[in-house]
């Protein structure tokens, strides 16, 4: 439905027969790897986790030196 309304939007647009010629493309599903889904499952939830907490903790850093190095200055 939506994709169908997207294209006919487009095409009426940009008034292109190239568009017309998407319409008429087969699209191949392709399949996803059981086994290397598998494999490397570990490693993509231990990234997700690690990576969030890493970037936090550095901009806490950053944050935190340049609030001491601020208030620390003496006159």
Do not use: C, T
Not at 24 to 34: A, G, P, Q, T, V
Not at 46 to 70: E, Q, S
């Amino acid at each position: 439905g939506n994709k169908d309304f997207l294209m006919n939007v487009v095409n009426y647009l940009l008034d292109d027969s190239g568009f017309m010629q998407l319409r008429s493309r087969e699209i191949k599903l392709r399949m996803l790897d059981n086994k290397k889904i598998a494999e490397s499952k570990g490693f993509w939830k231990i990234l997700n986790i690690l990576v969030p907490v890493g970037i936090i903790l550095i901009f806490g850093f950053i944050w935190n030196f340049a609030r001491n190095r601020k208030y620390s200055k003496k006159f």
